[in-house]
């Protein structure tokens, strides 16, 4: 299991961002998620993923949707809270997933995926990371885990911060959200042992130490990024130019006329 994965949730926890007793949203999910939230004492867990080998039994006794991360058939606001964890790097438009998890959370949402950075740049450079992931259509019969969990390897979608701000703001332009941003190391340890030459797997074996020494000093040159987005509370954050009415936000008429001819 993933480290990073259940430090992130426990942190939450521990500002008190979410509790074990919201409703929870996972997306493009799987095993891992069903781990960390057990471990971590979630209870009202929804797993989903469009991979049709999953039957839901093995999640029990969480619950167990079949869904598309860019078109979830849920209800705007029907879950406390939202988790995908490295899956919108598999979708065709991660932007629209992103946007989608955001709907349907009350709350808000934990995602974690590769973060683009200049050392990640490198790394793709010197053929240590993968652009495209080619690598893992071979443990899986060359039929699944590439773009939508089909043949064709998709391409490793890595995220700023201020692309996540903007992908946000632009989706619900009406109020302040609160971002948590959190970094970590991850070496693609599979993926270096399945390689035939093994020279890139001695040469990261050697230059761990250096790695991780690096990342802690420079944490924004991690390859695993994780961010928290918290939805504004109304009216404690709606922007001065809106006001809601009936549920919905409209233009602040008197705002805008007093500043506007």
């Not at 939508?148 to 989706?171: D, G, H, L």
């Not at 042992?193 to 230059?207: D, E, F, Q």
């Amino acid at each position: 299991m993933n480290d990073f994965y259940t430090d992130t949730l426990q942190y939450l926890l521990r500002k008190k961002l979410i509790t074990e007793h919201m409703r929870i949203l996972v997306v493009c999910g799987g095993e891992h998620d069903k781990q960390a939230l057990e471990q971590t004492g979630f209870r009202d867990v929804t797993i989903s993923n469009l991979d049709r080998r999953m039957k839901g039994i093995q999640f029990a006794p969480f619950a167990w949707s079949f869904q598309d991360a860019e078109n979830l058939t849920f209800k705007d606001n029907e879950f406390d809270f939202c988790i995908i964890h490295d899956g919108l790097h598999h979708c065709q438009s991660p932007h629209r997933a992103l946007t989608e998890a955001y709907r349907v959370a009350r709350e808000g949402l934990l995602v974690v995926e590769p973060r683009d950075s200049l050392a990640s740049r490198l790394a793709r450079a010197l053929n240590f990371a993968q652009d495209y992931e080619v690598s893992g259509l071979s443990w899986n019969d060359y039929a699944y885990g590439g773009v939508k969990n089909t043949e064709v390897p998709n391409f490793v979608y890595r995220w700023t911060e201020r692309e996540v701000k903007k992908t946000v703001a632009s989706f619900a332009p009406w109020g302040h959200h609160r971002f948590f941003f959190f970094y970590r190391l991850r070496i693609p340890w599979m993926r270096l042992r399945a390689l035939k030459n093994k020279l890139w797997l001695v040469a990261t074996i050697a230059g761990f130490p250096f790695l991780k020494l690096f990342t802690l000093i420079f944490p924004r040159q991690c390859n695993s990024f994780g961010f928290a987005v918290l939805k504004p509370q109304i009216p404690r954050d709606v922007l001065p130019w809106i006001v809601f009415r009936e549920g919905a936000p409209r233009i602040n008429k008197d705002w805008v006329q007093k500043r506007y001819r």
